[in-house]
């Protein structure tokens, strides 16, 4: 399994930034996908989620209407759609993938995740 983040970068307060999740090495279809985030000095936090299946998603309460996860499964790449970035989204962004029963609802613990990519880190300036 590997999955690999790209996309982060520096951006003003109020813009916007795209960040992919390339996976490869599984069967990337029958895998829900979550974005984690970890700001300096703070825990990992669980950021967005997308299903399998219905393609439903979860998004955090810090993030929700702001945020927007999605996947193209042809591609095997998932998406984060970050709009309205404030300085407190800097962080780096890591996306993940478990045990292929698992169905996103209403909390990512991380320990439901075992596969992580290599974080992007994304900067929120004021």
């Known amino acids: 399994v590997q999955l690999q983040a790209s996309g982060g970068g520096l951006v003003q307060a109020g813009g916007a930034l795209r960040l992919s999740c390339a996976a490869s090495g599984f069967a990337f279809d029958y895998y829900a996908i979550a974005w984690f985030r970890q700001a300096p000095g703070k825990e990992r936090e669980g950021v967005s989620c997308?299903?399998?299946?219905?393609?439903?998603?979860y998004h955090a309460d810090s993030v929700k209407g702001r945020f927007t996860i999605s996947r193209d499964n042809g591609k095997k790449t998932a998406y984060l759609q970050m709009d309205s970035l404030k300085p407190e989204d800097t962080a780096v962004y890591y996306c993940?993938?478990?045990?292929?029963?698992?169905?996103?609802?209403?909390?990512?613990?991380?320990?439901?995740?075992?596969?992580w990519g290599r974080g992007t880190l994304v900067t929120v300036s004021s």
């Open positions: 993940a993938t478990g045990d292929p029963m698992y169905y996103c609802s209403d909390y990512l613990d991380e320990r439901d995740f075992n596969s």
């Open positions: 997308i299903n399998r299946s219905d393609g439903s998603t």
